[in-house]
């Protein structure tokens, strides 16, 4: 199992958009949103290289983080997830604002992120 990652808005003066699936959509749909604050790690292209963010309480149980325990290299050190994804360096870390995706089954499955260049 492999995360995707699909940027979505793409733009040096307005910021990013990135949607990453933990898990294929075709295998969860997501029931709510929990917003989160996540550092990114960007290269000079604006691909996403590193991801963290702190797990809200509600999200910490074995059941929520099960799918993003599959994926390597991942690590989760109470509170943080640490994610790092492969073939990608990133050059800058940036605050963004980020919602989880969870599914019916309380299992975070995606996390959408939008990042914007500080004035």
Request: include cysteine; proline fraction near 6%.
């Amino acid at each position: 199992m492999s995360i995707h990652v699909q940027r979505e808005t793409s733009d040096i003066e307005l910021g990013y958009e990135y949607h990453v699936d933990f898990l294929p959509h075709s295998e969860s749909d997501v029931s709510h949103l929990v917003p989160v604050q996540a550092a990114v790690s960007l290269s000079e292209t604006g691909d996403l290289a590193d991801i963290s963010f702190i797990v809200p309480k509600a999200c910490r149980s074995d059941q929520a983080l099960s799918v993003i325990r599959k994926h390597q290299p991942t690590a989760y050190v109470a509170p943080r997830v640490f994610l790092t994804l492969p073939n990608t360096t990133g050059d800058a870390v940036a605050h963004a604002l980020a919602e989880l995706e969870v599914d019916n089954l309380g299992r975070i499955v995606g996390m959408q992120i939008r990042w914007v260049p500080a004035d």
